[in-house]
């Protein structure tokens, strides 16, 4: 069930739902999803489902990693990424494989020491991981030409539109009980915005634990 034939599989449905930005899919097909899960879901690894990884937490079905990656990118190389919740790394591995460098954040410490420990392996000499509120950001590295967020907010805090350069774009769950997939384009006129799908993420937490 972690096999390359599965992961192929997982490919092809990706295909079929309407994902045909072929550095994405080939990103995916390299990253071992299996990898990021509990042993005792590995075989579920492949499934176009979220999955849960501990800490009240879940890995996003591949269809919505696929889908929020290929509209950050929207057919252009990624340069510098700032992602919002690390989990389990997966997502993180996926932007590695695709952008020039990649900023990820997680507020669980615990949580991102086991991102990091499923990351070694991989060695993405691109990626770097930071303990942090990302609500806030990751100033100290800013502007980013894109930002991910991997929990959803009722609107897209303001110190991440202040940390997207200009031309960036940003892709994030926006809602509580309904939630849309929104892209967000920093533009000569400002930010302009465009909802893409319904989608149902964890809520984005502030602080550090």
Excluded: W
Excluded at 79 to 88: I, W
Excluded at 111 to 119: F, I, M, P, S, T
Excluded at 164 to 188: F, M, N, W
């Amino acid at each position: 069930m972690t096999s390359q034939r599965t992961r192929d599989r997982m490919i092809v449905r990706l295909r079929e739902k309407g994902i045909n930005d072929e550095a994405v899919l080939a990103a995916m097909r390299e990253v071992p999803r299996h990898l990021f899960v509990e042993e005792a879901i590995a075989s579920r690894a492949y499934e176009d489902t979220a999955l849960p990884i501990g800490f009240e937490q879940t890995i996003s079905q591949p269809y919505v990693v696929a889908r929020m990656i290929a509209a950050l990118r929207c057919g252009e190389p990624l340069g510098k990424v700032l992602e919002v919740g690390t989990g389990c790394g997966y997502q993180a591995a996926v932007l590695a494989v695709v952008a020039r460098e990649v900023f990820s954040m997680e507020r669980i410490a615990a949580l991102l020491e086991k991102a990091r420990a499923n990351l070694r392996p991989l060695r993405l000499a691109n990626l770097r991981l930071a303990h942090g509120d990302g609500a806030k950001g990751l100033p100290e590295a800013a502007p980013f030409d894109a930002i991910i967020l991997a929990a959803a907010a009722p609107r897209i805090p303001r110190a991440l539109l202040e940390q997207l350069a200009p031309g960036g774009r940003l892709v994030a769950p926006v809602g509580s009980d309904d939630q849309e997939l929104v892209l967000v384009e920093h533009k000569k006129e400002g930010f302009v915005e465009t909802r893409l799908d319904a989608v149902r993420f964890v809520p984005l937490r502030g602080g550090k634990q």
